[in-house]
């Protein structure tokens, strides 16, 4: 079946750094991958559309610059937390359509950012 | 973003009894899924429902999409201790191919 898997699973980092988060679909291409950000005991918050090939599509309220999404081929995409603060500190999850417009989302095992 | 609502936000149940949960929306979505997440990992699908009416099971799982196409049922008969975790529905808008969560059935089973 189809597989999506990220890295890190944990990171911790200082304030101020950058933080990259991987999102692969292992035998399967992704043409769109939907990046979640997840609060202790809170429901996943779809933050942005990833499109291959082109810029990512956000949700309101969610920081372009300093959620930068990069979907450069069919199996990864990446999200890199910019300038990383205490605040953005949470559960990161990514997913993809198992197949291309498929109504139906395989989720990677999310990525735990801690910033100090 | 939508939101979808669901209910009950928790529940403590003995194990063997049956689990009833439900999620609803004020929008007409195009499918509903339901997926089980536990601690520190991603969701995993447990039932995904295509047409409105479709009532759909998958071993002790049951679910059902509402006919209005803004609500599922999901049922859970003769549960287990496995089967704690935080339940959710989701899906795609009616309109577009962003997927939505609602807000989450956190499920304790007690031996």
């Known amino acids: 079946g189809a597989v999506v898997s990220q890295h890190p699973s944990r990171v911790i980092c200082k304030s101020g750094t950058s933080v990259k988060i991987e999102c692969r679909s292992l035998d399967f291409q992704a043409t769109t991958m939907f990046w979640y950000r997840q609060f202790p005991k809170k429901s996943l918050m779809l933050m942005a559309t990833?499109?291959?090939?082109?810029?990512?599509?956000?949700e309101q309220g969610v920081e372009k610059d300093k959620f930068l999404i990069n979907h450069a081929s069919l199996t990864l995409s990446t999200l890199t937390v910019t300038s990383a603060h205490p605040e953005d500190s949470s559960f990161y999850i990514c997913?993809?359509?198992?197949?291309?417009?498929?109504?139906?989302?395989?989720f990677g095992a999310g990525s735990r950012l801690t910033v100090l | 973003g939508q939101q979808l609502n669901q209910s009950p936000q928790s529940m403590f149940i003995q194990e063997g009894e049956d689990v009833s949960m439900n999620c609803t929306s004020s929008?007409?979505?195009?499918?509903w899924l339901w997926y089980k997440q536990e601690p520190g990992e991603g969701p995993v699908l447990l039932i995904a429902l295509y047409k409105a009416g479709e009532l759909t099971s998958n071993g002790r799982l049951t679910a059902q999409f509402g006919i209005t196409r803004k609500d599922s049922f999901l049922n859970i008969s003769a549960s287990i201790p496995s089967d704690v975790g935080i339940y959710f529905c989701a899906g795609p808008l009616l309109t577009g191919n962003q997927f939505y969560f609602g807000t989450g059935t956190s499920l304790t089973v007690i031996p």
């Open positions: 929008s007409i979505f195009n499918t």
């Open positions: 990833s499109n291959e090939g082109s810029k990512a599509t956000y």
């Open positions: 997913s993809a359509p198992q197949t291309p417009g498929a109504n139906v989302l395989t």
